[in-house]
Antibody, heavy 117, light 107 residues
Framework: QVQLQESGPGLVKPSETLSLTCTVS????????WSWVRQPPGKGLEWIGY???????NYNPSLKSRVTISVDTSKNQFSLKLSSVTAADTAVYYC???????????WGQGTLVTVSS | DIQMTQSPSSLSASVGDRVTITCRAS??????LAWFRQKPGKAPKSLIY???SLRSGVPSKFSGSGSGTDFTLTISSLQPEDIATYYC?????????FGQGTKLEIK
C-alpha cells in the first residue's frame, strides 16, 4: 500500500522560505507526477504544482515565481519550497501522487503550516 | 483558469438515501474530472477519475457520470461512514482547479 507523509516546520516567519518534504513508502517514486496542494483554513483547495520524476515541472502561475518542487529518487522523497511567505500562505499542505490521465490516487495526511512572527 | 462549481454546498440525507452531487466546469474539460472525499483531519481519498472510472477498492455504491461541463457523483445508498466533504477536480488544463466542496450530513 502506497503511503505519503508530509514533514516540515509547522511555523514559518513572514518573508522566509517554507520547506516541506513528502516521503513515499510502499512504492517507487519513478514514473509519476508528484504534486502539492494546499488549503487555507476555511477555504478551498489550491493546486500548487507538480514535478514528474523525469524532471518536467508545472506550477500554478499565481505562485510560480516563489515555488520550487524537487524530487529525490534516492530517498523516495519529494519536496516543496515556497519563498517570501506571508500570512496568506498559512494553510494545510498536502502532497499527492498523480498518474498520467488518472488524477491523484494517493494523498498525504496534510500538514498545517502557519506563517507568523 | 477553469472554475469548478459544486452544488449543493451542503446536503442532509437519511441513511439508505440515494445522493447526487453536481459539479459544473466553466468550460469543457472532456472527461478529465475526478472526485474525492475528505473526512475531518484525514487525508483526502480518491474515489473516481475520468469522470466515471472507480478507483480500485472504492465501493460500487459510488458512481460518476458526465462529460464536457456537467458531472455528477452519486452514492446509491447513504451510510453513516459516507459522512464527509466531497470535492470535484478538473485535470484537463493547468492550473488544476477544485470545486468548493459539498458537505454531506446524516439527517
Amino acid at each position: 500500500q502506497v503511503q505519503l507523509q508530509e514533514s516540515g516546520p509547522g511555523l514559518v516567519k513572514p518573508s522566509e522560505t517554507l520547506s516541506l518534504t513528502c516521503t513515499v513508502s510502499g512504492g517507487s517514486i519513478s514514473d509519476y507526477y508528484w504534486s502539492w496542494v494546499r488549503q487555507p483554513p476555511g477555504k478551498g483547495l489550491e493546486w500548487i504544482g507538480y514535478k514528474h520524476y523525469s524532471g518536467r515541472t508545472n506550477y500554478n502561475p499565481s505562485l510560480k515565481s516563489r515555488v520550487t518542487i524537487s524530487v529525490d529518487t534516492s530517498k523516495n522523497q519529494f519536496s516543496l519550497k515556497l519563498s517570501s511567505v506571508t500570512a496568506a500562505d498559512t494553510a494545510v499542505y498536502y502532497c499527492a501522487r498523480e498518474r498520467e490521465a488518472m488524477a491523484y490516487d494517493y494523498w498525504g495526511q496534510g500538514t498545517l503550516v502557519t506563517v507568523s512572527s | 483558469d477553469i472554475q469548478m462549481t459544486q452544488s449543493p454546498s451542503s446536503l442532509s440525507a437519511s441513511v439508505g438515501d440515494r445522493v447526487t452531487i453536481t459539479c459544473r466546469a466553466s468550460q469543457g474539460i472532456s472527461n478529465y474530472l475526478a472526485w474525492f472525499r475528505q473526512k475531518p483531519g484525514k487525508a483526502p481519498k480518491s474515489l473516481i477519475y475520468g469522470a466515471s472510472s472507480l478507483r480500485s477498492g472504492v465501493p460500487s455504491k459510488f458512481s460518476g457520470s458526465g462529460s464536457g461541463t456537467d458531472f455528477t457523483l452519486t452514492i446509491s445508498s447513504l451510510q453513516p461512514e459516507d459522512i464527509a466533504t466531497y470535492y470535484c477536480q478538473q485535470y484537463s488544463s493547468y492550473p488544476y482547479t477544485f470545486g468548493q466542496g459539498t458537505k454531506l450530513e446524516i439527517k
